[in-house]
């Protein structure tokens, strides 16, 4: 008889538990319920300006790959430039050694041809001495 009870006694506390609520007062679950909702509206804002950044680094990286393809374009750039200046300094030179040759075989043939033209006033003159003489 003892166990008749029980069941009765823990139905009339369910019933009671059930009229009482979940034990939390209402202002505090709507405060609760505030700050949750408060909170909500802060991770919609954060998650937007996440995006937004997320945004913004993809183009900071295209950026970077648009300058970096540029650098390594300058660089090759640069690099047959450079190459060009070197082939036409060798050109310099070997223009410049050319023409010291042809130079110095100027002088040497200005030499010789003032030479011949003095050769040249020696041999009229001797020509003229002795047709000088002849005359006589």
């Known amino acids: 008889m003892r166990y008749k009870g029980i069941p009765v006694l823990l ?3 369910v019933i009671s538990a059930l009229l009482v609520g ?3 007062p209402k202002q505090k679950y709507e405060s609760l319920l505030k700050e949750k ?3 909500q509206s802060q991770c919609e804002k954060i998650s937007g300006e996440k995006n ?15 300058l970096k393809d540029l650098s ?3 660089q090759s750039e640069k690099t047959a430039l450079r190459k060009e200046c070197d082939t ?3 050109d310099k030179v070997s223009i410049s050694a050319e ?3 042809v130079v110095n075989e100027k002088k ?5 041809v003032a030479s011949l033209e003095k050769d040249l006033d020696t041999a009229k003159a001797a020509v003229a001495a002795a047709a000088s003489v002849t005359r006589k």
């Open 11 to 13: 139905i009339g506390l």
């Open 22 to 24: 979940c034990g939390v």
């Open 37 to 39: 909702n408060a909170l």
């Open 52 to 66: 937004a950044i997320s945004a913004e680094f993809t183009k900071l990286q295209e950026a970077k790959t648009a």
């Open 72 to 74: 390594d374009k300058l």
């Open 88 to 90: 036409m300094l060798d």
């Open 99 to 101: 023409r010291d040759k």
């Open 108 to 112: 040497v043939l200005e030499e010789r």
